[in-house]
C-alpha cells in the first residue's frame, strides 16, 4: 500500500492504529505531507519519537513541512537512493525517510515529485514562548530552481505532487484562523507553487497544511484522514 496523509505534529497514535488495523510491513509505505514533527525539539523527545517509530511495521516517508528543521541542516543524516530519488534517513531509523525538494520518486510506475515547506503563521507566537521555529521552513531559491529544473527535464508532466502547502489559488480560505491576520501571512511559497500548477500537467496533487481534507479539482487536502494511492 502507499498511504497518504496530512500533518502527525509528532503524534503518531493514529499511525500506530492504522499498521494494527491493516496489518502493514515494512513494504507498505505511509507519505506523511509535511510536519511529520519527529526533528521539531532536536533533543531527547525527538529520539524516543524515532525510537517509536522505528518499531512501527511500515516505511514513513515524510514531506518537509513547517514544524520541522530539514535533515540536511542536522547531523548524522545519510543519503539513500529509494523509489529513483535521493532520501535523507538516519542508520538507527531506516524506516523513517525524508523526501527533497526537487527529487522524483516512482509509485508503482507512476512519477511524484516533492515541493514541501510552508510559512509558519504560529512563528511569532512559538518565538515568544520559547518555542522552536526553523528559518529553513520555506523553500529557498534553490529549492525553487531544483524543483523546476526536474520538471523542465520531465517536459512538465508528473503524475502526483506531494507537496506540504498548496498553489495560492487552491488555499482553503475558510480554514484560516480568525486570529491570525493574514496581511502578516507570507504567501510567497504558495504563489510559486501557483506558477508551477499553471505550467503542470499533472494528475493529482497532494498536500496538508491547513488541517482539513477537502478536493478543490485535483488537488487534494488531507489532515488525519487517508488516502490510497491509486
Not at 107 to 133: C, E, H, Q, T
Request: charged share 30%.
Amino acid at each position: 500500500m502507499i498511504i497518504l496523509t496530512g500533518d502527525t505534529h509528532g503524534e503518531f497514535e493514529r499511525i500506530e492504529a492504522f499498521c494494527e488495523e491493516y496489518d502493514t510491513t515494512p513494504d507498505d509505505v505511509m507519505v506523511i505531507l509535511g510536519d511529520a514533527g519527529v526533528n521539531y525539539f532536536l533533543d531527547e523527545r525527538d529520539v524516543e519519537k524515532k525510537e517509536q517509530l522505528a518499531r512501527l511495521p511500515i516505511t514513513l516517508f515524510c514531506v518537509h513541512g513547517n514544524h520541522e528543521e530539514r535533515p540536511e541542516e542536522l547531523q548524522g543524516y545519510e543519503e539513500l537512493i529509494w523509489r529513483g530519488g535521493v532520501v535523507l534517513y538516519e542508520p538507527d531509523y531506516p524506516n523513517i525517510l525524508f523526501a527533497q525538494d526537487g527529487e522524483v520518486y516512482n509509485f508503482g510506475g507512476k512519477k511524484a515529485i516533492v515541493m514541501g515547506g510552508a510559512y509558519s503563521v504560529d512563528k511569532y507566537y512559538r518565538l515568544a514562548n520559547g518555542l522552536p521555529w526553523f528559518p529553513s521552513e520555506q523553500p529557498d531559491e534553490a529549492a525553487k530552481a531544483r524543483v523546476e529544473a526536474a520538471l523542465e527535464r520531465l517536459g512538465w508532466r508528473v503524475d502526483y505532487v506531494f507537496s506540504h502547502t498548496v498553489p495560492a489559488s487552491y488555499m482553503p480560505r475558510h480554514a484560516f484562523l480568525p486570529t491570525i491576520d493574514q496581511e502578516t501571512v507570507d504567501n510567497s511559497t504558495e504563489e510559486w507553487l501557483d506558477t508551477i500548477e499553471r505550467r503542470l500537467d499533472y494528475d493529482a496533487w497532494y498536500a496538508g497544511h491547513f488541517h482539513v481534507t477537502e478536493n478543490v479539482g485535483r488537488v487534494c487536502l488531507l489532515y488525519e484522514d487517508y488516502e490510497e494511492l491509486e
